[in-house]
């Protein structure tokens, strides 16, 4: 394959994703938010590697576009390597979500290609974090992959980027984590203040 057919390939599978991804859950994540916010929750975003980029450059969004108290843990380096070393990888978001006092108005947002899965024991760490929203009473939301693991079976509203490729599975979810996680902050409902360059004429 030649690079303008693969770069070709590619961008017609996220057309393909576009055109075959579920718009109701999303749908639901906007009014969840708005309850969240309505109610002085506060917005807790987890991820790991691609998605613990997203989650601290989606921190920013929901804070500044939509007004909504939001943290990722994966953003404060000193408190996460401190629990991974004192206390271990499948706890690190559970702990510090006890920490933070994790109640019934909060959210977890989750992004995962996978969405956790505890008999494979992968991404246990989301796995565990879940369970214990669960247990508070916060409401779950989240944008990932694949068949959406545990975070499907337990979420308030689940958006799952549809698969076109195994081949590209990875790069399609964390891509589409953005987009999604734009078009909420965006979205009329739920947008608060103007962006800057939607300001500038």
Same mark, same amino acid.
């Given at each position: ?16 994703? /576009? ?5 109701? *859950? ?41 007004? /909504?108290?939001?943290?990722? *843990? ?65 409401? /779950? ?61």
């Amino acid at each position: 394959m030649d690079y303008a057919e693969y770069v070709d390939k590619y961008l017609s599978e996220a057309v393909k994703i /576009i055109n075959t991804m579920d718009k109701k *859950p999303i749908e639901k994540s906007v009014q969840v938010l708005i309850d969240t916010r309505k109610n002085a929750g506060r917005l807790f975003i987890l991820g790991v590697g691609g998605g613990a980029a997203n989650a601290s450059h989606a921190v920013n969004d929901f804070r500044k576009i939509a007004g /909504i108290e939001s943290y990722a *843990p994966t953003d404060n380096v000193s408190e996460l390597t401190a629990r991974v070393n004192d206390d271990g990888w499948n706890t690190v978001f559970v702990n510090w979500l006890k920490g933070s006092r994790l109640n019934a108005n909060d959210c977890l947002l989750v992004f995962s290609v996978g969405g956790g899965n505890a008999e494979k024991n992968i991404s246990a760490n989301l796995v565990e974090a879940l369970k214990y929203a669960k247990q508070k009473g916060a409401k /779950i939301i989240g944008i990932v992959g694949r068949d959406g693991g545990y975070t499907a079976k337990v979420a308030d509203a689940c958006v799952i980027v549809p698969t076109v490729n195994n081949d590209t599975v990875t790069p399609h979810t964390e891509a589409f984590q953005g987009v999604v996680w734009h078009l909420i902050v965006s979205h009329p409902a739920l947008k608060s203040f103007e962006m800057k360059w939607e300001s500038v004429k």
